[in-house]
């Protein structure tokens, strides 16, 4: 059955107390809608659409970053989950398929849970809700089930005090055909405690309808929805021991797991190390048998096979490292490829450069990529020897086996095989430090007299 997803992030997250809205606050690195959006990329839906409001058009240039294809619909004011999913209607107009509706601050939903919901509906169920048993029902929705079928939801506010007794909540997550959907949203009204449309009275419309409604649970974890930043540093350590666990089952070692900060999209390979206080900023893949020392951070990059990096190393975006490449302390590299072998050990920043195979970058180097308007390339040969505390005024090529003498600033090309040495002639001046040093104490002496 194709389907569509349909993901709600209008509301203002008052509780965040922040001006920024509620689902572009990140976890693991991405904006909290972009992981509902990954949750329901399990069912490889057709079509997405983004319901926004509260700080629209912030939203939708971040989803719109994130994948140009999606659908935006615009709920100008908060009625209810039921008149928020109605704005995606006109996204939606030709499409027959099935609709699921998810939340865009509720990010850990599974594709197990997701493709159980699909096997109700396999199963003849016409809509079919997600619920959890919750270890404190609190304020949610409960689900009233009647001869094993969901009869329908009834919200705290409006609950008796039997009702308020259930313990099955409501997640929110809906999936129906996306025409039916729409047809009973329709027949939704706003009498209620809190005067909104609510999406959950479309469970009694459709069994007064004789429709058949089920519904399916999943594990508490998985419908934890972001309110407060409290919660969402809750939601950050438990996205993080799930990394942390993942990655231990690949196969990478992480002798300080807890120490160890992943984003949503890591990649590590087998067999690589990752020492204790390693931070990885989003769009990073390290291969197989790499090595990450500690306390360093990292980016936008890919580390390859058998290269070392830190301990205290920066590799910002479009750092590449070939096989066996070294990056040690206190280097920051940026969109630059590092190639085979190549060395970078100490305090030098190499920024929109190129390092050949198996050169060796002295400590103290920095490529001057940035003329205060524009960004100019370093281009260093194989097998060259950049001398320690050397400076490449970019746009400035080194070429392959040549050598910069220690102090050198580059500001021309130097062609392969050559040295290059630019730095002040220095003179020795026999004696003269002794004679400084005495008039210096004599000038103190009278001072002090
Ligand atoms: C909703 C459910 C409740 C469930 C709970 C689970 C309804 C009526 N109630 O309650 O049964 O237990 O979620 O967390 O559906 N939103 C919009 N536009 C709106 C209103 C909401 O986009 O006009 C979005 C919010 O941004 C949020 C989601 O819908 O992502 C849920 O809204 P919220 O107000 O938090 O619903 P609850 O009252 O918590
Ligand atoms: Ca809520």
Redesign the pocket.
């Known amino acids: 059955m194709p389907t569509a997803l349909i993901v709600l992030a209008a509301?203002q997250g008052t509780r965040m107390n922040s001006d920024l809205p509620k689902v572009l606050h990140e976890l693991g690195g991405a904006p909290l809608f972009a992981h509902a959006l990954r949750a329901g990329a399990s069912l490889a839906p057709e079509r997405v659409v983004l319901v926004v409001g509260h700080g629209g058009e912030t939203v939708e240039r971040a989803a719109r970053a994130l994948d140009p294809d999606l659908a935006i619909a615009r709920q100008h004011e908060q009625l209810g989950t039921a008149h928020a999913v109605a704005q995606a209607r006109a996204a939606l107009a030709d499409f027959a398929g099935d609709a699921l509706v998810l939340?865009g601050?509720t990010p850990f939903i599974s594709p197990e849970t997701l493709s159980a919901m699909q096997a109700a509906r396999a199963g003849g169920a016409d809509l079919v809700v997600l619920g959890f048993e919750a270890a404190d029902p609190g304020r949610y929705g409960r689900l009233v089930i009647e001869d094993g079928r969901l009869a329908r939801i009834v919200e705290y506010k409006d609950a008796s005090a039997a009702e308020r007794r259930i313990g099955l909540c409501n997640s929110?997550v809906v999936l129906a055909p996306a025409p039916l959907l729409f047809e009973l949203i329709e027949a939704v009204g706003s009498d209620n405690a809190a005067g909104e449309y609510y999406l959950t009275d479309i469970v009694a419309i459709a069994n007064a309808r004789g429709l058949r409604a089920e519904a399916v649970t999943c594990d508490e974890a998985e419908t934890l929805?972001i309110?407060t930043r409290a919660e969402l540093a809750a939601a950050e350590a438990a996205f993080q021991a799930r990394a942390r666990a993942e990655a231990q089952a690949n196969g990478v070692a992480l002798p300080a797991p807890d120490t160890v900060i992943f984003a949503h999209d890591t990649v590590i390979g087998r067999d690589a190390l990752v020492e204790p206080y390693v931070v990885f900023g989003p769009g990073v893949t390290v291969e197989s048998g790499a090595r990450i020392r500690a306390f360093s951070h990292l980016e936008g990059c890919h580390v390859s096979r058998g290269a070392i990096v830190g301990p205290h190393a920066r590799l910002r975006p479009g750092a590449e490292l070939a096989e066996d490449a070294r990056v040690g302390n206190f280097v920051e590299i940026k969109n630059a490829q590092i190639g085979p072998g190549a060395k970078v050990n100490h305090l030098t920043y190499i920024g929109d450069a190129f390092v050949g195979e198996g050169a060796n970058i002295g400590a103290g180097t920095v490529t001057c990529n940035y003329d205060g308007v524009a960004k100019h390339h370093t281009h260093i040969g194989a097998r060259s020897f950049i001398g320690t505390g050397t400076y490449l005024v970019a746009p400035v090529s080194v070429g392959d086996e040549a050598m910069t003498a220690t102090g050198t600033v580059v500001t021309e090309d130097v062609e392969a095989g050559a040295l290059a040495i630019g730095r002040p002639q220095m003179e020795v001046k026999p004696g003269l430090a002794r004679r400084l040093l005495e008039k210096f104490k004599k000038r103190k002496e009278r001072k002090g007299e």
């Open positions: 509301g939340y601050d929110g929805g309110n």
